[in-house]
């Protein structure tokens, strides 16, 4: 049985202004507009024989993914935290330890969670050909069969057809300049590097040790030191940041005599910017994409994402639009690759678009930011039914709660009540206080904060239910 491996790190800073820090575009529903791309590469499994997945994801993003899990029925899923960022070697190392440490052998099959796939079928086709050569003790990788000269991939050159189905590794490549693209896909012996792979857990650890030592005894010390936290696995943190940061690609791949490549053609993309979600989508007439409410007028050839209002345009073309509640970008399709630029200035100028959308995903439900002021913020907050927020207190600002819908139970000092539709209730500052929605539907409120500073760091946790005290 297959063990499905996911890696769901990363900031997706090229599809800003929809992908952010706090919610990547592995989050995102950018495909069909029902599931996350996380989701989706869950999903695209089910026809397989695979055990529950295995999520690798950043610290910060562990109830966006737990909640995620959570609608596809796999509560029971582990999802193993990462402090800090140490490339793809030593995140697949952590679960690779992990797997084996009930004293199993599995196949695992590594996948990216922000990867679009459009051919199921062909993708199952290609992973019942790894197999047999996993088994074999091979280090199976995924070569996309290139569609055009691309100078964002790195590259795979096809060896000697092995005897189980695939090709040996000739050799990999480096992301080639335009022209070596064009004799590259010109050759047909080159396939793009997915950065999907299949190989027995014993046999990565195993090349991992001949090749980096260094990863697998950071990575070993890490795993060892950490604990479990409901479903989330955490390693120790000061043993990961000393663990050496490298690709599986530079780390074993490219070392390792045993690594074969399985083509696959099943309209794949890492949908690394918008043109390229552009490019991937249904097209009306005048090769536009609309999404949400657009009106286009002598449009042509651009791509449109309207999150909160109607946008409309008139006599453009080539162009990408993307409209959220507190940021809207306007590009050339030729030039989206420097949206990225954009965020590095945000980062540089000390501006906060670029880690949050004005909705942010906490355990216990969801606040958006739709005012703030000089010494006052509006949020509305919704609570899952049976969800508490922490026990907590404010050192520079009060809150006035207002209910629109459902029933509060909130605990201001040494008083708990209930609060119900169009009751409110308020919190002075320094007071310790705690908000529960004990009822069966949404709690829906207004939060008025008012108060020299209303950053979300000034926050003191007493008590937390979900481990941030």
């Known amino acids: 049985m297959l063990l499905p491996i996911i890696m769901a790190g990363g900031s997706g800073s090229r599809l800003w202004p929809l992908s952010r820090q706090l919610n990547p575009k592995q989050f995102l529903a950018l495909g069909d507009g029902r ?56 995140a697949i190392a952590l679960a690779t330890l992990q797997a084996v440490a009930e004293g199993e052998d599995p196949v695992l099959l590594v996948l990216a969670a922000d990867h679009l796939i459009q051919d199921v079928d062909s993708f199952h086709a290609a992973i019942e050909t790894a197999l047999p050569l996993a088994n074999d003790g091979k280090l199976v990788t995924f070569g996309i069969k290139p569609s055009h000269p691309e100078t964002g991939y790195g590259y795979i050159e096809q060896g000697a057809a092995a005897s189980n189905g695939g090709f040996a ?25 997915s950065g999907m792979f299949m190989f027995r857990a014993g046999r990565y650890l195993e090349e991992l040790g001949r090749f980096r030592p260094d990863i697998l005894a950071a990575c070993r010390k890490a795993l060892e030191g950490g604990a479990q936290d409901m479903h989330f696995t955490r390693v120790d943190a000061a043993a990961f940041e000393t663990c050496p940061e490298d690709s599986i690609d530079y780390a074993v791949m490219e070392k390792t005599a045993d690594a074969v490549m399985v083509p696959l053609n099943a309209g794949w993309s890492d949908v690394g910017s918008w043109s390229v979600l552009w490019d991937m989508s249904i097209k009306d007439a005048g090769g536009n994409v609309f999404k949400g409410d657009v009106l286009g007028q002598s449009t042509r050839n651009t791509y449109v994402h309207a999150d909160s209002r109607m946008v409309a345009t ?49 355990p216990w439900g969801i606040y958006n930011s739709i ?59 320094g007071q310790v206080h705690a908000l529960e929605n004990p009822g069966v539907i949404p709690l829906e409120l207004i939060e008025v904060q008012s108060g020299a500073y209303l950053g979300e760091d000034d926050i003191v946790r007493f008590e937390d239910k979900y481990g941030r005290a």
Request: aromatic fraction near 6%; glycine fraction near 4%; hydrophobic fraction near 40%.
């Open 371 to 429: 005012d703030n002021g000089h010494r006052y913020q509006v949020k509305r907050i919704t609570v899952k039914p049976g969800a508490k927020l922490s026990v907590q207190m404010h050192h520079h600002r009060a809150e006035h709660w207002i209910v629109v819908s459902g029933t509060a139970k909130v605990t201001n000092r040494d008083q708990t009540y209930l609060v119900t539709e169009n009751q409110s209730t308020y919190i002075p500052i």
């Open 314 to 362: 008139v006599g453009v073309e080539d162009l990408v639009v993307v409209e959220t509640p507190d940021a809207v970008l306007v590009a050339h399709r030729d030039k989206v690759q420097d949206v990225k630029k954009v965020v590095e200035r945000l980062k540089a100028e000390g501006r906060q678009e670029h880690i949050s959308h004005r909705e942010v995903h906490r």
């Open 169 to 193: 590794v000739a050799r990999f490549v480096e992301k080639p300049d335009l022209a070596t693209a064009e004799d590259y896909v010109a050759s047909g012996r080159f396939f793009w590097n």
């Open 35 to 90: 599931l996350s791309m996380l989701q989706a590469t869950i999903q695209r499994l089910q026809g397989l024989e695979t055990a529950l997945p295995s999520l690798i994801c950043n610290e910060e993003h562990r109830f966006l993914a737990a909640e995620q899990l959570r609608r596809l029925g796999m509560e029971e899923a582990n999802i193993l935290l990462e402090p800090v960022g140490r490339n793809t070697a030593p």
